[in-house]
Structures are given as C-alpha cells and as structure tokens.
C-alpha cells in the first residue's frame, strides 16, 4: 500500500518527504510486532538491545560507553536499562579493577538463555518481514538506507 493511502493524503507530497513518512511508518510497523514478542518476555526493545550487545562481548564484559557507543536507540538512558535488567538477573554489574570510575557489565548465564530462546522468535520475525524481497532487493534496500542516512 502507497503512503499516500495509508496517511489519506489529499495533497501531494515531495518524494523526499515521502521517503521520511515511509521510514517512519515502517519502523512503527517493524517496533510494534517487535516490541509484542519482546514484551511476553519482559524485556523493552532497549533492554533486549542491551542483551545482545553483551552476548557479542563473548564472556567478556563491557564498560557503560561501550554498551552506549553500539546501542540502535542512541538516547536510551544505558544506566537505566542495566538497573533494569540486574533485577532480572540477566545481567550483572562490577567495579572496574583497572578504572574504579569504571561499571564493567556481563552477560549471565540467565540473560543468554533468554536470548537463546528468543532468537528462533526474533529470527521468523525478521524473515517474515523481508520475505516479500528477494535476497538481491534486501542487499539494495539495505545499501540505500545506509547511503540515505550518511550525511
């Protein structure tokens, strides 16, 4: 469907204008369904965000600018999120022993085990998503979001 149907546009728009409307539709499309498959397990997308980028760490932890610097939604308060999930045992928190300033944050053996069980979840979802796209068509969209985003 045109965004021209979805928002009942009566006036024409610029192509770039409709190109911000399509993305910002979209991304409401995509964090809707995501945010539904996160939230059965108690999770926000931040939080689940936050989880991944752990589990990449590989058993090693990582300081809060590291968790900050790789986080999608780059204004999520990073301390908040770790509070968060410390309640939930899904991760856990220590002083720096090279830099006391330093909050060193890990992964537990809970947190994975929740990622493990959502990624199958995660995973339909992505592909569902793309499925009407060739592979060829999902390389393009992707070179030209990133091309359309670098300023």
């Not at 149907?5 to 409401?28: D, F, G, H, R, W």
């Not at 085990?113 to 499925?131: C, S, Y």
């Not at 060829?136 to 070179?143: A, D, G, I, K, R």
């Amino acid at each position: 469907m045109k965004i021209e149907e979805v928002i009942k546009a009566t006036v024409p728009m610029s192509l770039p204008k409709k190109i911000i409307l399509n993305i910002m539709y979209t991304q409401n499309v995509i964090g809707e369904n995501f945010n539904e498959i996160v939230k059965a397990h108690d999770l926000s997308p931040e939080q689940y965000n936050v989880l991944r980028i752990l589990r990449g760490q590989k058993g090693k932890p990582a300081n809060m600018c590291v968790i900050q610097e790789r986080m999608i939604a780059k204004t999520s308060n990073t301390t908040r999120l770790v509070d968060k999930l410390l309640l939930k045992e899904l991760v856990t928190r220590e002083v720096c022993p090279d830099n006391r300033r330093k909050m060193e944050v890990a992964i537990t053996q809970k947190g994975l085990d929740l990622l493990k069980e959502l990624d199958p979840t995660i995973d339909n979802h992505e592909n569902r998503l793309a499925q009407n796209l060739t592979p060829e068509e999902q390389e393009t969209l992707n070179t030209l979001l990133e091309k359309y985003r670098t300023t």
